[in-house]
């Protein structure tokens, strides 16, 4: 059955029923419909052909175990084949607040802020390395497979019927610019190592809006850039060593600009992500490509760098080793606003400012289930303006102490005063002084 119908019941393979309501989009493999079932809503996305033995025993496989994370659109269940063989499987829908990555990068949708962007790669970096984590390896990774909320970059992941334990391809190679060389030249099948080649694709177009291999060396001839600039020669844009692909200053206006406007340590990792070394079409190296959490710990230091310009109002990276710094946006020269130095890292109090558990407890980790778990907010004292305290918004009793020895205990929902010099245990692992 190539198409369904409005209204029509279909069965899951665990009995239930599920009626269609309508149709939702369509794509090379099938159509996506809006469902009804146990009167929720859901999605349902239906095969045009039967699909292979292999393929639908590893789709059930992966109903059984379950999301590696919320952030995936999960499998949940899967219908009964018709006569003809085709069966389609059941998922939760994306919420239309959500706008596709690709259309991000078409600026079509905008995020809201700097922090909103940081947060959407830290939360597909994070999801990703739940997946790896569990044993998976996702195999298609490309611009189409996400969605993001522009208020907050929360993400959904999409498109996960290809997703099979790691050395196990059901088929699949990929999409092209997002393969990884050794893919594209068909020397290695899909696996968590090029998984981990086309995440730093994406965290490359998201943050710098280009792609990491097209430059000058990009004759927009299709064939030849796939041989060419994705496979048997791919050169980063920025390879420190050798400058032939740097971007068309005329076409790629946008990698020039941006990449100059990151931190350092943003650059030198996306340098090493596309080191020849790590591209090489015969797979050699592969396995020593940055992995999840080395990308987690750039996010966590770049979230540290952002701070408010109290002169325009946006966003804009400072070096908090530094009691100065330019706004990007003005231009105004920025003094440096108190941070609480915790475990080598330089967090900056403004208000509206939210702390989390892996930045406070040495026990706790960036992690997709943790990267919002909040335990301190900053707060404006209604009676006295211009001071600022810190709200405990964690379930554990803090003590600030002063450099004269004086200790102030803060239980949940009370706050403590924002001092220079000051010294505040969390009730954990964690410990910082106010600087």
Known sequence: MAKLTKNQVLTTLDG??????????????????????DNKNYALKWYRKPCEEAFYKNL??????GAPAETFLWPLAITEKDADGSFGYVMKLCPKKYQPLSQYLLNNARFKNLSTMINAGTQITASFRALHNQGDSYQDLNDGNFFIDPETG?????DND???????????????RYMAPEVVC?????????????LAVILFLLFFRGHP??????????????????????????????????????????????????????????????????????????????MEKEWLKMFQKLRHSVIVCPECGDETFFNMKKENH???????NITRPAVLSIRDELIPLQFGKRLYSWEIDADKELSIDSVNEAWAQVIANPKKP???????????????????????????NGQVTIIRTNTIKFGTKGEGIIV
Not at 17 to 36: A, C, F, P, T
Not at 60 to 65: A, G, L, S, Y
Not at 154 to 158: G, H, T
Not at 162 to 175: E, F, M, Q, R, S
């Open 16 to 37: 239930k029923s599920i009626r269609v309501i309508d149709k939702l989009g369509e794509g090379g493999q099938g159509i996506v419909y809006k469902i009804k079932c």
């Open 60 to 65: 059930c496989e992966n109903v059984k175990r």
């Open 154 to 158: 929360s993400i959904l992941i999409c």
């Open 162 to 176: 290809n997703v099979a334990p790691h050395g196990t391809n059901l088929g699949i190679l990929g999409k092209p």
């Open 186 to 198: 068909q020397n290695h099948l899909p696996d968590t190592y090029s998984d981990r080649f086309s």
């Open 213 to 290: 291999l097209e430059g000058m060396r990009d004759n927009c001839d299709r064939e030849d850039n796939e041989k060419s600039l994705f496979c048997k020669m791919p050169i980063f844009v920025f390879d420190p060593n050798d400058s032939t692909n740097r971007p068309n200053p005329a076409i790629h206006r946008n990698v020039n600009v941006l990449w100059n406007v990151y931190p350092p340590f943003v650059r030198n990792l996306f340098i090493k992500a596309f080191d020849k070394n790590l591209m090489r079409s015969n797979g050699t190296g592969r396995g020593d490509r940055v």
């Open 326 to 332: 330019k706004c990007m946006n003005c231009d105004v």
């Open 386 to 412: 211009g001071v600022f305290g810190l709200k405990n918004i964690s379930n554990n009793t803090w003590y600030r102490h002063t450099p004269g020895g004086k200790e102030f205990v803060c239980a949940p």
